[in-house]
């Protein structure tokens, strides 16, 4: 039997991204009051970048907790496109980019969160 802990409780890990070595402050640039995520700082085998896990609230439902990885990494290429987060990438979770900017309906949407989840 294998048993593993969630060392964030009722948060969810949903991504990682890295952040070149100009971003001093990622999680202040990318705050919001409206949505319920923290950004927490991991290891970074290359030395001169920085990586953040991005987590984020799984008790209020897939669908929530899909929106706010899209909306919080959605934000950050928005950024990174106009300069503001140097050297952004998303290591792991970019699948989360492309669930709300399809045309299709929200069952379809809500069916592709939950085989993820």
């Not at 705050?31 to 319920?36: F, M």
């Not at 050297?87 to 592709?112: K, N």
């Amino acid at each position: 039997m294998k048993i593993s802990i969630n060392p964030y409780g009722g948060w969810r890990r949903v991504a990682t991204v890295e952040v070149g070595p100009r971003v001093k402050d990622l999680p202040a640039l990318v705050q919001n009051d409206t949505l319920r995520f923290q950004l927490v700082e991991a290891e970074s085998p290359r030395r001169s970048f920085r990586r953040f896990d991005l987590v984020v609230d799984s008790t209020e439902g897939e669908r929530r907790c899909a929106r706010t990885a899209w909306a919080v990494l959605s934000a950050m290429r928005e950024a990174a496109t106009h300069g503001c987060i140097d050297q952004f990438r998303v290591i792991e979770g970019d699948h989360w980019l492309s669930f709300f900017e399809t045309s299709s309906p929200a069952a379809t949407r809500d069916s592709q969160i939950a085989a993820i989840a």
